[in-house]
């Protein structure tokens, strides 16, 4: 593809959810299609018609296994949030039909155990996961979501344990 296509393609309407326990430590899951470390926050795509916040509860569970009835919503970042994928990658992602994602942002806060995270779900994204800080957080995504989870973690820094 082109530059000049690239720039015309929209953003893929999406959430992401920061997952945090009590000791304000971020969920990290390690993505399972990725030979590299490449460790992420729970995302996904918002489907037609569906709210962002139940978009939000919808993928958190698809991909963990946690229920809304353990986790509290804490914050919701004011605005979506975007990025872009490199070129080289884009024909091979959503069919070439988006340059990158648009994302609103929850903040949820755990209330479960440990136990209850279950990433070994019907369609697995993780293969292992833990409770990270947000400065290994922003060393752990794939560099071209860095600029994003650095502004997700800026929204959210005054709920999250920034000692470690």
């Not at 893929?12 to 326990?21: A, E, I, Q």
């Not at 037609?48 to 958190?60: Q, W, Y």
């Not at 997700?152 to 000692?163: G, T």
């Amino acid at each position: 593809m082109k530059p000049d296509d690239i720039s015309a393609l929209p953003y893929r309407p999406c959430v992401g959810v920061m997952l945090v326990n009590s000791a304000g430590l971020i969920f990290a899951g390690q993505r399972i299609d990725s030979e590299l470390p490449a460790w992420q926050m729970p995302q996904g795509g918002i489907d037609d018609g569906e709210d962002p916040r139940d978009a939000a509860m919808r993928e958190l569970w698809e991909e963990t296994g946690v229920t809304t009835d353990l986790v509290s919503v804490r914050a919701q970042t004011d605005d979506w949030l975007t990025y872009e994928l490199p070129h080289n990658i884009i024909p091979r992602i959503w069919k070439g039909r988006f340059k990158g994602q648009k994302q609103l942002w929850f903040l949820l806060q755990f209330l479960g155990q440990d136990a209850d995270i279950q990433i070994e779900t019907d369609h697995p994204e993780f293969s292992e996961w833990r409770w990270i800080g947000p400065d290994e957080m922003l060393e752990s995504i794939v560099p071209f979501k860095r600029d994003l989870y650095r502004q997700v973690i800026d929204a959210f820094r005054n709920h999250l344990n920034s000692d470690r």
